[in-house]
């Protein structure tokens, strides 16, 4: 997890202030846009100095960074109460975890729209792809090691390993999806959310069989090229 200095020394009244300057620059950042928001809109908006804004974070991305780590954080109770209610085999699993993140992360739709842009670049530090959301991705990826184990699915050996990555990949998928579907109630995405895990469960089943090992050959190399770039 990301944890700043001034996080370690915070007080209350500092921790109430903190979160104040970040719910403030969230507001901003869906109804103004994330690029056209200044640190001094957000201290505005927060009814505080623009020095004390800098002082809490010394940039958007660093607000931002803190609305990553934030979530991260109040989800996990929700995702392991979630994935233990989960009837059924991986794809309600699969569906319960990601469900909980679109649960989550509906109040900020907007926001995360507005973050689009730059989230799509792997190589911004806004991006979770970006080497600085790793924590965030491992605490991701070990949850969906932990529902293929608890779904008693039996991946082959050389496709296991990589299979919590690909999970994680297919949830990125679905939310990217989400955060653009203008479909009344986002309905398209709970169908794909649905269809989505029905379909990533049944080729796993069947990727033991002798005639997908090349399939299974060319998804391994996808992944470590991803990887490796």
Request: proline share 6%; hydrophobic share 45%.
């Amino acid at each position: 997890m990301f944890k700043t200095e001034i996080a370690a020394k915070s007080t209350p009244k500092a921790e109430l202030t903190e979160r104040k300057i970040l719910d403030a620059a969230l507001d901003m950042f869906r109804t103004k846009g994330f690029e056209e928001t200044t640190m001094r809109d957000v201290a505005v908006a927060a009814g505080v100095a623009t020095g004390a804004a800098y002082y809490y974070y010394p940039s958007k991305d660093a607000i931002v960074l803190a609305f990553y780590q934030r979530s991260c954080g109040e989800m996990q109770p929700r995702i392991d109460d979630a994935v233990a209610r989960a009837a059924g085999g991986l794809d309600q699993r699969l569906k319960a975890l990601i469900q909980v993140k679109l649960d989550y992360f509906a109040p900020y739709r907007g926001v995360l729209r507005a973050l689009l842009k730059n989230g799509a670049d792997p190589a911004h530090p806004l991006s979770p792809f970006a080497p600085n959301n790793q924590s965030i991705r491992d605490t991701d990826i070990a949850w969906f090691r932990k529902i293929v184990a608890d779904s008693g699915i039996r991946a082959p050996k050389d496709l296991g390993p990589h299979l919590p990555e690909l999970l994680w990949m297919f949830q990125m998928g679905v939310i990217y999806f989400w955060v653009t579907d203008d479909s009344p109630g986002q309905g398209r995405t709970a169908r794909l959310l649905a269809l989505g895990s029905r379909i990533v469960t049944t080729l796993l089943k069947i990727a033991g069989l002798p005639l997908t090992r090349p399939l299974r050959k060319i998804v391994i190399e996808l992944i470590e090229t991803i990887k490796t770039n």
